[in-house]
């Protein structure tokens, strides 16, 4: 075991001083990363102080100002070069991680007298994820998922980091979110350490939860929190915001686990990524529910992993959200896409639940988000969904044995009766093979 760096030393003794339950969860990378004081931080010192010449940027200039090509900067006239091709913070952008969190104050009323970070720019919310894992995550730790999950879950904190899964069903018998499930799995971990991840709405069947259900969620956690075991909840909030049923909570369950209990540290991972509508842009954002004196180290520790591995988000994606956040007409232009998605939802619900196709499947509870999910009665999810693809053009997502995941977020309304018509022609056609 390598000797640990002075000041990784004093980043742990804070964070142990302020917060003993979050330096309990931190990994034994975690313990070890830090932010050296080199490059950055000089080059951040003549930003402010060298008035005559700064020669220390790695950048090339030309005429005062920031050297570039033409043909690439005629494709975003409007932006400054500094928001186009300079680098963004190690953490982002200033004013988009105040923006954002603004933006989450607003969304969330439970946040209103809750402690709330200034969030973090990743590169995607794969990326936060993976910060997360290795800043809490050692081989061996016990991560509580539900059976119906985004693959790419098992790829970073699994393959990569080695957490040993627990999982439990995600609905019960009457197609809600099986909170006793969650609840026992939990009481069933002896561990003395647990990382928790849930995600409403849920990806890939669009539930979402009501109050009830989120404040038993709550109670769970709080419950395995008593008995002594230290908690790290990730929310993952990918799809915020796209709720489509008045029945449902219509936040995060974020805000009802900050300051829940001293041994609960909750941090909500969501992104540009579907709730601006900007997927490529790979802008994601992490914030966690815990006070500045222990943020202000952790925010060092999750700059040593970011300046050792990204480096930082890309600068003019940040600039590109930041802008439009503050332009004209975005709240009416959000609204307008909402309600797109809103009527495709609803099409796709009362589609999918008409009566000709309940012999061929069921549809789990669908609220909110990207997706619905088809529970097929007799048919292999992987057979259907080849023939869909192979014979009929039409893309979907096979999950399991039964599971059959349609993204109708993607599908033109006047398409979603057509592509059901296929799908239960494609499932008739293999039940009788």
């Known amino acids: 075991m390598q000797d640990l760096n002075p000041i990784a030393i004093e980043l742990n003794e804070r964070i142990r001083t302020s917060a003993p339950s979050v330096f309990t969860l931190l990994s034994e990378l975690g313990k070890r990363i830090y932010l050296p004081k080199g490059i950055l931080s000089q080059t951040a010192e003549a930003n402010i102080k060298a008035h005559r010449f700064n020669a220390t940027r790695a950048i090339a200039s030309e005429d005062g100002d920031m050297m570039h ?99 439990y069903p995600f609905f019960n018998a009457a197609n809600e979110f099986n909170t006793s499930g969650f609840r026992e799995t939990l009481t069933n971990a002896t561990d003395e350490k647990l990382l928790v991840l849930l ?9 979402a939860i009501n109050r009830t259900e989120a404040q038993q969620i709550v109670d769970a956690i709080v419950a395995r929190a008593d008995a002594g075991c230290h908690i790290l909840v990730m929310i993952d909030d990918a799809y915020a915001g796209l709720w489509y049923d008045a029945s449902v909570m219509h936040e995060s369950l ?50 040593g992993l970011i300046r050792a591995d990204t ?6 994606s940040q600039t590109l959200i930041l802008e439009a956040m503050k332009a004209r007409g975005y709240a009416e232009q959000k609204q307008r896409n909402y309600e797109i998605l809103k009527e495709r939802a609803l099409k796709a619900k009362k589609v999918a639940s008409d009566s000709r196709y309940a012999k061929l499947w069921e549809v789990y509870p669908s609220h909110a988000g990207y997706f619905m999910c088809l529970n097929l009665k007799s048919a292999s999810a992987e057979l259907a969904r080849q023939h869909l693809l192979d014979e009929h053009g039409l893309g979907t997502i096979a999950l399991g044995e039964t599971g059959l995941r349609v993204a109708y977020s993607c599908l033109e309304e006047s398409d979603i009766e057509m592509v059901f018509a296929v799908i239960a022609q494609v499932i008739e056609m293999v039940n009788s093979s």
């Open 199 to 207: 995600n409403f709405p849920h990806n890939p069947t669009g539930y």
């Open 69 to 167: 090509l033409a043909v690439s900067r005629e494709l975003v006239p409007e932006l400054t070069l500094e928001g186009v091709y300079g680098y963004a913070p190690v953490l982002g952008q200033p004013e988009l991680r105040e923006t954002w969190k603004t933006h989450l104050l607003e969304e969330n009323p439970s946040l209103a007298e809750a402690t709330l970070s200034l969030p973090i720019v990743t590169s995607g919310m794969t990326h936060g994820f993976s910060l997360i894992a290795e800043l809490f995550v050692d081989s061996g730790d016990t991560l509580v998922l539900p059976d119906m999950i985004w693959g790419n879950y098992r790829l970073i904190f699994q393959t990569k980091a080695e957490a040993a899964i627990q999982t």
């Open 254 to 303: 974020f805000g009802m686990l900050v300051g829940c209990h001293p041994n609960v540290v909750p941090v909500k991972i969501d992104g540009a990524t579907k709730e601006e509508y900007a997927w490529g842009l790979r802008v994601a954002f992490m914030s966690f529910g815990i006070e500045e004196a222990t943020m202000q180290p952790l925010e060092q520790k999750l700059s």
């Open 311 to 316: 480096s930082g988000a890309s600068q003019v």
